[in-house]
């Protein structure tokens, strides 16, 4: 099916936004059907086969620009909520906070974490604008863990979350999304590292990042040939702050978000259907230069697609 390519013509901000939903909605019913006819998506049911053998690192990663007020009422409860779990880590990512110190509450009021290896504290100065994508790739790629998992700053994880996650990865080794659920992501999505880097990350071929990204994933990984294992059905591992505040409405992304959600479902599925499954071949992606827990500390990430 012959798409035509908005953003080559005109600035975003200009959009027939009509015009792209119709034609992003008719490659998302085409994907739909191929989807059907291969039996997928495959979720798990939720039940427990397995012992638990291994307790695998877990990553859990938060990545911000600004947002404090959202992070400290989130992150001391999170990692309160996972001590139980002997092998856990924190990520913070400050993806160039101009307005809000995180460093420095982080800094002030966390730092028994740092110490303790619990809690790692990252920041990049250079970009513009938060980009959800590029954010998250760069936080994936930073993380110790042999599973790294998404947590939004306005999200909470619940008591046990890194404990439950472990017992489904032993229940499913290879191949397995980590994810809230089908529908409404929220943030909320996580995969072994190895398989995170084989299938080269979030998409960072769109031209602004934020709107899908979870969903160009999570199609990509069920293509090939991973499982869901959804922990939808315990709610207490999917609480988000009241009051929220979204990185599209404070100032620190350039685009109303719909306008490129659009944009970016259409891209996607038009990619899916032409059977592009790793979003980030032939680019560098997740590449940052970072200052690592106020020691002075650099490090740099990205991969070559």
């Known amino acids: ?21 119709r034609i992003a909605a ?3 019913g085409e994907w739909n059907k191929y989807m059907k006819a291969k039996r997928l998506p495959k979720v798990w049911n939720g039940k427990f086969t397995k012992p638990v053998t291994k307790n695998y690192k877990i990553s859990i990663c938060t990545t911000c620009k600004d947002r404090l007020e959202n992070l400290k009422q989130t992150l001391p409860r999170n990692i309160e909520d996972n001590l139980n779990y002997p092998n856990v880590e924190f990520i913070v990512l400050d993806y160039n906070s101009k307005k809000e110190d995180v460093g420095g509450w982080i800094k002030k009021e966390m730092m028994r974490y740092v110490e303790k290896g619990i809690l790692v504290y990252l920041r990049t100065n250079e970009p513009k604008y938060f980009d959800m994508s590029h954010s998250r790739n760069i936080a994936f790629l930073a993380a110790s863990g042999e599973i790294v998992n998404n947590v939004d700053a306005d999200a909470f994880c619940g008591k046990g979350f890194a404990e439950f996650i472990n017992k489904c990865a032993n229940e499913r080794p290879e191949k397995a999304i980590f994810a809230k659920s089908k529908q409404l992501l929220r943030g909320r999505l996580g995969l072994f590292k190895k398989e995170f880097i084989e299938v080269t990350g979030y998409s960072e071929a769109y031209a602004f990042h934020y709107g899908h990204d979870d969903a160009d994933l999570m199609h990509r990984c069920w293509e090939l040939g991973m499982l869901m294992m959804s922990f939808s059905r315990h709610g207490k591992f999917v609480g988000i702050v009241p009051h929220h505040i979204k990185h599209q409405e404070d100032g620190n992304y350039p685009f109303p978000w719909w306008k490129t959600e659009g944009e970016n479902r259409l891209l996607s599925f038009a990619h899916l259907l032409s059977g592009r499954f790793k979003a980030n071949e032939g680019r560098i992606w997740g590449k940052a230069r970072l200052i690592k827990n106020f020691d002075g500390e650099k490090i740099e990430t990205g991969i070559q697609g």
């Open 26 to 28: 008719m490659l998302e």
């Open 1 to 21: 099916m012959k798409r035509r390519h908005f953003l080559q013509t005109q600035p975003i901000e200009n959009q027939p936004f009509l015009e792209t939903k």
